[in-house]
């Protein structure tokens, strides 16, 4: 699995006074230390970037740039800021996120991978909000593709990304999407990739209980095929989890390894994401 950095991003309490002060060696730092953990791609997350957001893009691609060989992913909703990032990448195919199946943004986002010959993420969501169940998955995933397909985008360069819900808003999406993950490879011909923000499943969980739902899903998705995620590679118990199953050869075989109570932990959360048991904040204890 591609892993995509998640942490060169405005909502960060150091990157993003960084961005905003145009303050080089925060943002660098966190480049270099994101390659070294493992990181394949690295995001830069700017947000709406309502101000100055051409500017900001066009130096942070190049500031990132400087310091490591690693394809970019950017990710703004301005669409003037999209472009002004996409202009000055130079080391690697640059991967857009995301064009949705919001018909604005599709409209923006799908000409710019053309132009510049970008990969995309093709989002699904809709003018009418988020899908409800794989049926409505499927839809969107079918109407962006066929959109990318009448400007020349090969289903290669499209990274499907069928939205990962928090499990606090309800474990029936977690279940659907890695139904919908599952059907992907057999929807398009050739297939796209994927892609997913891996950590969004933890919002709004514990902090202290956040890795722990990250590497449980990680370990549900890793048999899918999804092709990448965008995850926290600085989370050490992550990535132990991510190296293991990479050595082990399977996720199985990896959580057989661990001592009693660490397996204990990780079966139990990967019960709750898949719906086998209830979640709620004290789900260990249970």
Known sequence: MILIGESINIMSHTIGPAMREKDAKPIQQMAVIQEEKGANYLEINLGPAKKQG???MEWLVKTVEEVTELPLTLD??????????????????ALINSASGQSERLAQMLPLAKKYDADVIGLLLTNEGMPRDVNERVKVALEIVAKASELGIGNENIWIDPLMFTITVGQDQVVSMVEFLQMLPDLFVPPTRSTCGLSNVSQGAPEELRSLLNQAIYCILEPTGIHSAIVNVLDEDFMAVVNGISKQGSPEAYINGLDGEAQTKLNKTIAVLKKEALYCHSWLEM
């Open 54 to 56: 051409d500017e900001i």
């Open 76 to 93: 703004t909703t301005n669409p003037v800021a999209m472009e002004a990032g996409l202009k000055v990448v130079t080391k690697a195919r």
